[in-house]
């Protein structure tokens, strides 16, 4: 049985979203290979390698390449988005890859065109969950990600001080994450100690996070940069409307016609439609049913097969797979 190592700069301390898509691509892989994950290769006896992120996996991918084995390459949000741009291990790693995957059909633009002829669109999913019941006493905003610049948590908290609160309808911002940036969260923790109405909850397992998401109302998604962000998978698949900066990652999972985008930095845009879900229970719903029609494509089947198709292509007389095809940048009305 052909041996596989996926190679993810982040581990399960860290509970990223690198370390997400590594666990359970090592899931839909073992079911063919042996597998492992780990943050790097020291000459163990693997056949292929696919590794997560070109910047952060270039020694890895350097020393592995170097071998003649094959390698893919996952470019997962900040690589595919900045690093590829300027950073010279990163586009070293685009050359020696001999398969390139993108989490979301717009990633295809940021490629050159010969690149793109080895490039796959792999979307990824997440295990449906059945939509729980709110709080009532709250009109719960959830803003999950590790507090760092790319995700641009300040926008979600500027776009909370824009609003006034009705009696009867309380918004509370709930964050899940730890502090990756420390003048960030510095920043994060004065905001909630002025605004009563965000809550703090720190880094959550992935099972405690996936319950959250489940009985909130909205998922904001304020980032700067996102590959095909996990978190946003795991809302649409559990029937909770998306707010999103309208950057490519998100667009290439949501649609360009997606009703809940707002432009990445606009705290008053992002505030607007907090006040429209809040208020007009016809929007909500209609963003909800934008985001169960893409929910239907995103899921672990897809997924899996996906994967398997990549690995057994990747390896020298591999049985050949064609893998389900990308979905189309428009959304359902």
């Known amino acids: ?138 009109f719960d905003l959830l803003l999950v990600g590790h507090l760092r610049p790319e995700k641009d948590p300040l926008t979600a908290v500027r776009a909370l001080g824009r609003l006034v609160d009705p009696p009867s309808r309380r918004l509370r911002l709930v964050q899940v994450g730890g502090a990756l940036d420390d003048a960030l969260a510095r920043q994060v923790r004065d905001a909630a100690r002025r605004d009563a109405r965000i809550e703090l909850r720190g880094p959550l397992p992935h099972a405690a996070t996936r319950a959250l998401i489940r009985r909130g109302r909205v998922l904001l998604l304020p980032s700067r940069i996102e590959g095909g962000a996990n978190v946003l998978i795991e809302a649409v698949t559990a029937g909770v409307p998306v707010l999103a900066s309208r950057i490519g990652g998100s667009v290439g999972l949501l649609g360009d016609d997606y009703a809940g985008f707002f432009p990445a930095g606009d705290d008053a845009a992002l505030a607007a439609l907090i006040r429209r879900c809040r208020d007009e229970p016809a929007f909500l719903e209609r963003l909800r049913a934008q985001c169960a029609r893409r929910a239907r494509r995103l899921t672990p089947a897809r997924e899996g097969a996906a994967v398997l198709a990549l690995a057994h292509n990747l390896l020298p007389g591999g049985r050949a797979r064609r893998a389900p095809g990308p979905s189309s940048r428009k959304t359902e009305r």
Not at 63 to 73: I, M, N
Not at 76 to 99: K, M
Not at 128 to 134: D, K, L, S, V
């Open 1 to 138: 049985m052909a041996r596989i190592l996926i190679v993810s700069p982040t581990l399960a301390d860290a509970n990223t979203g690198n370390w997400q898509t590594a666990r359970r691509w090592a899931r839909f892989l073992r079911r063919d290979f042996r597998v492992r994950v780990a943050s790097g290769w020291n000459g163990e006896p693997d056949d292929a390698m696919i590794a997560l992120h070109a910047r952060r996996s270039a020694a890895a991918i350097a020393a592995f390449a170097a071998t003649g084995r094959p390698v893919a390459l996952v470019l997962t949000g900040t690589d595919l988005y900045r690093d590829i741009r300027g950073d010279r291990s990163a586009r070293r790693s685009l050359e020696l890859a001999r398969r390139l995957v993108v989490l979301q059909a717009q990633g295809l633009e940021e490629l050159a065109p010969p690149l793109r002829e080895k490039t796959s669109v792999i979307e990824q999913s997440a295990r449906p969950m059945t939509p729980g019941r709110p709080r009532q006493r709250t």
